[in-house]
Structure formats: structure tokens, C-alpha cells
């Protein structure tokens, strides 16, 4: 199937960080995406990574890639509330040009 | 002005009617797609286009029906709208590169 699967909620402290997994389920994706939608609002991508890449840094944010696993990972360094938002992966298998995306994690940032 | 804009961006209806939802973008992206969002469930896709004469169903197509007006306009319809149709729905673009999608603000439904 089609599934892309993440754990529904976290709950983090201001200035610890957060990490945030997906797992997909088509090795033959070519770019997996993290996408960010905060509250009353659509969404915005985030950040991506190649396939070909075990590791992606951005700033504040880091993408961990196991593809032996289909295993992605987000990594917000010095959480803000400001991070406080749904995060969704999503992927393109690669027997389909539609974007797929996972159940979305709630982030909650408390002080 | 916003690049991907939805109206109404809020509309309660009763069962059984007809509604549109409207879709226009100013990012000249040929694709656009129309997207629910439930609890839990995340983003499923209902329709996509990808250009003015290109139609295709998504995974939830089942109740639902579009026009591709223009290249920059999408319109949703609910030809009979029922209570499990209540539901967030976004309009998305995008170009060739459809991992890069943009988002309208969304438009909240609900169907009594």
C-alpha cells in the first residue's frame, strides 16, 4: 500500500529539541518532504531530501533518511513556540506522480 | 496578495445540497489539485489536474466533481453534500515538480 505513517502527537519543552518520524512505505521514492501547517492555515513545505542522502541539515533543522528502514526522521533543534504546528511527510512513490502524505504529527511547545 | 486563494473559507450547508468550492492561483502553475484534511487521517487527495484539459481522480473521489475553468482556476463541487463530507479541504499548485506543491488557506465544511 500507500501508507505513510506518523505517531499523532508530541509534546516538547521551549529550547529542547524535537524529533519528529515517519515511516513510508515505497523504497523507489526519489525525494521525501516535510511540510509544515500551522494553526488556521494551509501548508508549506518545509524542507525535502534526496533519497540518495542518509542526512540533510537546514538551519535549525535536520533530515535523517534510513532507507534500508523507510525510516524519516525531523529533528528541530532549540524548539520555539513559534514550532508549535502540524508537521506532515509525504512522498511520490515511484509508480505515481501524485504526492502522498502521512497522518501529520501535532508538535506542542510548552514552556 | 496570497498566491492560492480558496473561498468561502468557511460554509455551513444541510444535507443534500449542492456547493462549490473555488480555487484560483496567481502562481501560474499548470497543476492543481484538491486535497480533505480529517483528524488523524491526514491529506487525502480528491481530484488533480495537470493542465486546463487534464482531469484525474484522486484516492476519494466518490461524491465529489471538478472544473477546470482556466489554468489558474479550480473548482470543487459536492453535487449532494452529506455529513461525513465534513471535512477541511485545500487547493494546492504546483509546477512540474509535484513534491513542491503551494496551499490555499483552506476552506472549512460543515454539513448538517
Known amino acids: 500500500g500507500e501508507d505513510v505513517e506518523q505517531s499523532l502527537f508530541l509534546s516538547v519543552r521551549e529550547g529542547d529539541s524535537s524529533v519528529i518520524n515517519c515511516t513510508y512505505t515505497d523504497s523507489s521514492s526519489t525525494y521525501l518532504y516535510w511540510y509544515k501547517q500551522e494553526p488556521g492555515a494551509g501548508l508549506q513545505l518545509l524542507t525535502y531530501i534526496f533519497s540518495n542522502m542518509d542526512m540533510k541539515q537546514d538551519q535549525r533543522l535536520t533530515v535523517l533518511l534510513n532507507k534500508k528502514d523507510k525510516h524519516l526522521s525531523l529533528r528541530i533543534a532549540d524548539t520555539q513556540t513559534g514550532d508549535s504546528a502540524i508537521y506532515f511527510c509525504a512522498e511520490i512513490p515511484g509508480s505515481t506522480d501524485k504526492l502522498i502524505f502521512g497522518t501529520g504529527t501535532r508538535l506542542q511547545v510548552f514552556p | 496578495d496570497a498566491d492560492v486563494t480558496q473561498t468561502p473559507r468557511n460554509r455551513i450547508t444541510k444535507t443534500g445540497k449542492r456547493i462549490m468550492l473555488e480555487c484560483s492561483q496567481t502562481?501560474?502553475?499548470?497543476?492543481m489539485y484538491w486535497y480533505r484534511q480529517d483528524p488523524g487521517l491526514g491529506l487525502r487527495l480528491i481530484y488533480y489536474s495537470f493542465d486546463v484539459k487534464d482531469i484525474n481522480k484522486g484516492e476519494i473521489s466518490d461524491g465529489y466533481s471538478v472544473s477546470r475553468q482556466a489554468q489558474a482556476k479550480f473548482s470543487l463541487s459536492l453535487e449532494s453534500a452529506i455529513p461525513n463530507q465534513t471535512a477541511l479541504y485545500f487547493c494546492?499548485?504546483?509546477?512540474?515538480?509535484?513534491?513542491?506543491?503551494?496551499f490555499g488557506p483552506g476552506t472549512r465544511l460543515l454539513v448538517l
Open positions: 502562481k501560474g502553475h499548470d497543476r
Open positions: 494546492a499548485t504546483s509546477d512540474y515538480r509535484v513534491g513542491t506543491q503551494y
